[in-house]
């Protein structure tokens, strides 16, 4: 191919994640090597409306801005989908791509569809050997239900921890019930796990096959890993922490089979609690957070490979571009 490759990197979405992402498409595009890639950028308003490069608006109407963005699209030679949550991550955004005919970074449409339905992701996840936390699933039509707890209620799909609580009273338990049915019709409530919180990254790397990055541990003061915790700077990431040979052979093993039983592609973190009987699965993320100072790179990059070329990795690893 002559010329840079154009790569559309899609950020903003219709979800609690909105600001999250525009920040890991911001990140993205000034890392994509301008000698390789021309960084073509794309945003997703809450609305539905679509920005194409250098912030103009495509449309007046959602429709109308959808069929724009395509035009767009249809122009460069592959999709980087930079979008965390509902209506991006959840497999929306490959699914459109696949029906246009564009290359999509990243897992397709099945994978993410069911890495975002934490409940479909527990069904596959036991399907294969690796446990998850006991739990139910809860709607509207279920209430009310006892409290059992102490209990962790999260929406079904929805990331970030938005609508996360830790539930220790049947006090809390209605309140957070209908926190997590805002976010979502569905509502897992899960059985509390006491273990080390522990990440690991897949990456389908075009140039050494599948492989792992060095695991992360999130060690929080007090209380869950949620979505303050996230973005406060009081959760300690240690990367490469101490442990036994069986235990990270365990969760190696454990994010391997899950990310091949969802059929996930390109890179995604799964997400473990390491208890003393092994890991159980908490979550599979199909786009984690991408900038340069999130958990995903950082964990790559301590594994020498670096933010730009980790990128390089997830693009080249895309099934029908051509390079």
């Not at 996840?125 to 209620?153: K, Q």
């Not at 957070?289 to 990059?301: E, H, I, L, R, Y």
Request: proline fraction near 7%.
């Amino acid at each position: 191919m002559s010329g840079p490759i154009r790569v559309a990197v899609i950020g903003g979405g219709q979800n609690c994640e909105h600001e999250v992402s525009l920040a890991s498409a911001a990140s993205v595009r000034a890392a994509l090597d301008p000698s390789r890639y021309e960084a073509v950028g794309l945003t997703i308003l809450r609305d539905g409306r679509w920005l194409g490069p250098i912030g103009r608006p495509l449309g007046g109407s959602p429709s109308e801005s959808l069929a724009a963005a395509l035009t767009v699209l249809a122009r460069c030679d592959v999709v980087l989908p930079v979008l965390h949550g509902p209506r991006g991550e959840d497999g929306t955004i490959a699914a459109l791509c696949e029906l246009a005919g564009i290359p999509c970074a990243g897992s397709p449409a099945r994978a993410g569809a069911l890495a975002m339905d934490k409940w479909a992701t527990k069904l596959v996840a036991e399907a294969v050997g690796v446990r998850t936390a006991p739990g139910r699933l809860v709607t509207a039509a279920d209430l009310p239900i006892v409290f059992d707890g102490p209990v962790v209620v999260k929406p079904v799909a929805a990331g970030s921890s938005f609508g996360v609580r830790l539930v220790d009273t049947a006090r809390d338990f209605e309140p957070a019930l209908q926190a997590a049915l805002e976010l979502d019709e569905r509502v897992l409530v899960e059985q509390v796990v006491t273990g080390r919180e522990i990440d690991v990254a897949v990456l389908d790397d075009p140039d050494r096959g599948r492989r792992t990055a060095p695991p992360l541990e999130i060690v929080v003061d007090d209380g869950l890993f949620d979505t303050t915790t996230k973005y406060d700077g009081s959760a300690v990431f240690v990367i490469s922490p101490q442990l036994e040979e069986k235990e990270a052979d365990a969760l190696t093993d454990a994010a391997l089979r899950v990310y091949a039983a969802l059929g996930c592609h390109g890179i995604a973190r799964v997400d473990f609690f390491l208890t003393t009987d092994g890991p159980v699965l908490n979550e599979v993320n199909t786009m984690p957070g991408m900038t340069a100072n999130s958990q995903v790179p950082k964990m790559f990059d301590a594994d020498g490979l670096g933010y730009p070329q980790l990128l390089d990795r997830i693009i080249r690893s895309t099934p029908g571009v051509a390079l």
